[in-house]
């Protein structure tokens, strides 16, 4: 098919497209007329809705506020604990985790601690992991919060280096031992928050580490050959207008995947150039994110943009050891 | 084209008949082409028709905020844009979609209420694009937008809307050339 007949075929296809859509235009009238009176709906109870809100807000605070006090002094928490032993083990059941000090950078210090929680109305148990923002005079305020659910055992903070970059990022993970299943986040910290770049929930069979300098994710997957799933991610920074990569270089398996993820607002954009890393339809994964497979052996770069900025990836893929 | 600023071009509306005024001028001028945007994006008529309300809320309630530095336009449009991209990112589709769901959800998207009405076999290709691709062809031929206009309304680059428009017109054609066979 010849550019010529695929121009014209995608003026078929704009004739098409407004005969689909002639079929469901609600009248403009209609539409302002709804749009104004759910306005107004939203208005009215507005300010009692935002007095609520700053009383839970309040009130959370000052349960938070008074989580913090005891946590430190409870009976397997000491106040500023280095994880030094706890890194080097395994996932820890949660009662027996110490607070952990994690740092994304000489400014940015946070505490850590895994608290054993129920959500849905007490249906579901889990682990709620906290991060408290460490400031002078001893003062700490809630900066990152969420919720494992089915979790019962924890992993260590895992820190992802960033030269180049503000802020490192963090690997937060939570397992589930009755079931083989794990959790995790990747959060960084954006626009004075901590916000988060990728999570997942219920990984059968899975495992969650930082190796090389980026995450790697294994996942129960019969349809591989090793029947796991591995797939690397690779976090997006953007610092003083500069596209920051946590490393440089790659080296995968065929078949193994690689996912580019940049935080919620940006809009990344790669492309192999060497055409041995087959992308896969990001629709699931957001606009934030691209995925590839390695389909060939050899050296690929990737060339990455957020549409304002650009980098680029080199990966070495090598056939299963 | 780009759409300058409507009536009262450069002032606020600061009365409620002349909010409504400017309001209704807003949907019966771009309603259309929301609805559209939401569309390509979320491909479920629904959620489509529920954004293009939603756009809308926020337009009448944030007139007054409206600085006109922009085009009512290019305002509108990020708003939808914004509000897909939110309905994207909401828990369902990221933190509580489990591993092996994934595959699931591809495959039911397949299946949504819009199979039976995305009539048109070139239509319906477009719309099987990836979502990145598929939008910028839409709004390229379908809306007759420029890629300056595209750019804007999605907040990439203008480069970056012309790789997509390659992109999505390389996949279009294979999609295309393989129904032919």
């Not at chain 1, 083990?89 to 994304?104: I, K, Q, R, S, Y």
Request: aromatic share 8%.
């Amino acid at each position: 098919m010849n550019e010529r007949e695929l121009d014209s075929l995608l003026t078929q296809g704009k004739k098409e497209a407004g005969d689909f859509f002639s079929s469901f235009m609600p009248a403009p009238t209609q539409l302002a007329a709804e749009a104004v009176s759910k306005s107004r709906r939203s208005w009215r109870p507005q300010a009692v809705r935002r007095m609520a809100l700053a009383a839970a807000c309040v009130a959370a605070v000052l349960a938070f506020a008074l989580l913090a006090w005891l946590l430190p002094h409870a009976e397997y928490a000491r106040p500023g604990a280095q994880p030094s032993a706890l890194a080097q083990a395994d996932d820890t059941p949660v009662d027996n985790v110490p607070t952990e000090t994690v740092a994304l950078g000489e400014d940015k210090e946070f505490r850590m601690n895994h608290i054993p929680t129920t959500v849905h109305d007490g249906a579901v148990p889990g682990i709620m992991t906290v991060l408290w923002e460490l400031s002078g005079n001893w003062s700490q305020q809630m900066a990152y919060s969420s919720v494992f659910e089915y979790c019962d055992t924890v992993y260590p903070a895992m820190i992802i280096p960033f030269s180049g970059a503000d802020y490192d990022m963090l690997l937060i993970a939570s397992g589930d031992s009755a079931h083989g299943r794990i959790g995790y986040r990747l959060v960084g910290y954006r626009t004075n928050a901590i916000q988060t770049w990728w999570s997942r929930d219920g990984l059968p069979g899975g495992d969650i580490s930082v190796q090389d300098g980026v995450a790697v994710e294994k996942a129960a997957d019969d349809s591989q050959q090793s029947g796991l799933r591995v797939t690397y991610i690779v976090p997006i920074q953007t610092t003083s207008g500069a596209l920051v990569l946590p490393v440089s270089r790659l080296r995968l398996g065929v078949g193994e995947r690689l996912l580019l993820i940049g935080s919620s607002t940006d809009d990344v954009d790669a492309e192999s150039l060497g055409g041995l890393m087959s992308r896969e339809d990001s629709e699931p994964y957001g606009e934030a994110a691209e995925m590839f497979t390695a389909v060939g052996t050899g050296e690929d770069v990737l060339q990455i943009s957020d549409g304002h900025a650009g980098n680029s990836l080199t990966v070495s893929i090598v056939e299963h050891e | 084209m780009l759409e300058t600023a409507g009536p009262g071009a450069g002032r606020r509306p600061k009365t409620a008949d002349e909010r409504e005024s400017t309001l209704n001028y807003l949907v019966r001028r771009f309603g259309d082409r929301v609805l559209k945007l939401a569309y390509y994006h979320v491909r479920d008529r629904y959620l489509a028709e529920d954004i293009c309300q939603e756009v809308f809320c926020r337009v009448y309630r944030h007139l007054d905020r409206f600085r006109g530095d922009s085009s009512y336009y290019t305002w509108i449009y990020r708003i939808t844009m914004n509000l897909c991209r939110d309905y994207k990112a909401s828990a369902y589709f990221r933190r509580m979609l489990p591993a092996r769901m994934e595959e699931e959800v591809i495959a039911a998207a397949e299946t949504r209420m819009f199979e039976i009405a995305e009539g048109g076999e070139v239509f319906s290709k477009v719309m099987d694009l990836p979502l990145k691709l598929r939008t910028v062809i839409a709004l390229y031929y379908f809306e007759e937008m420029k890629t300056a206009e595209i750019a804007q309304v999605l907040g990439i680059s203008e480069e970056n809307v012309r790789k997509r428009l390659c992109r999505g017109r390389e996949l279009l054609r294979k999609k295309l050339s393989q129904e032919e066979r």
